[in-house]
């Protein structure tokens, strides 16, 4: 069964501190791994999108990256902001591309960032 | 223009009325998607359209009715729901052919109440 595993499920941390969200992935075939951002009662925002031959790839303060060996992935945030309290979102596309490719979603990581 | 917009913000109908949702994209994205998110829950898929025409399914109740009538936009004509419906209803599109990820843009969603 295709399932997409993240940890922790919640996490609190102080402005201008580093935190790191960790996602656990089995699902065949392995397309694609990206990470979104959910602002509550908005839609997602693509962060970082993988192949199995990426390690790592960054989008500003936002750096991913998966190990397609242990099929584990992580999100690690540099020196927080306020807005960066949001559900953050790993999702795996599933398939051999195409519009039929199915995305398996996370339950998310709800970050709060306190000042 | 790089982004999805959906209308309404926000809709609250009762469980006979007939109401729609709209969603629109000027990217020429050629797959857009229908998804329903409950809180703190991850989307789930409901419809793919793919060149204007229903691709996935995924086994949604028929109270749901998907409707592409050209290659931008999206509607979702809803009629005798439940309570149970109530959610924010995204939607999503994407390039399946150009783009080698597929990447999904999601809109802000619309959140739906049904007394």
Excluded at chain 2, 23 to 42: D, I, L, S
Excluded at chain 2, 87 to 103: F, G, I, K, Q, T
Aim: aromatic share 8%.
């Amino acid at each position: 069964k295709n399932q997409v595993e993240q940890s922790p499920q919640s996490l609190i941390i102080l402005e201008g501190k580093n935190c790191t969200l960790q996602c656990n992935y089995t699902v065949s075939p392995f397309s694609n791994l990206r990470w979104y951002k959910q602002d509550t009662g908005r839609g997602p925002v693509s962060l970082t999108i993988m192949t199995f031959s990426e390690n790592t790839k960054s989008n500003g303060r936002y750096t991913a990256t998966l190990d397609a060996d242990t099929k584990q992935s992580s999100l690690h945030i540099t020196a927080s902001q306020l807005s960066d309290s949001a559900s953050y979102i790993c999702v795996v596309s599933a398939g051999y591309g195409g519009a039929t490719n199915k995305l398996i979603f996370g339950t998310g990581t709800l970050l709060a960032v306190q000042p | 223009d790089t982004e999805v917009t959906q209308t309404p913000k926000h809709l609250v109908m009762g469980m006979t009325n007939k109401k729609s949702l709209k969603c629109e994209q000027h990217m020429g994205h050629r797959a857009m998607y229908w998804y329903k998110q409950k809180a703190k829950k991850p989307p789930e898929l409901m419809f793919v359209y793919s060149y204007e025409k229903l691709s996935i399914n995924e086994s949604v109740p028929s109270r749901f009715s998907p409707e592409c009538p050209n290659s931008s936009l999206l509607n979702l004509h809803l009629h005798a729901l439940q309570p149970e419906d109530s959610a924010l209803y995204l939607c999503a599109s994407s390039d399946p052919v150009r783009a080698s990820y597929n990447e999904q843009f999601f809109g802000p969603g619309t959140r739906l109440t049904v007394l």
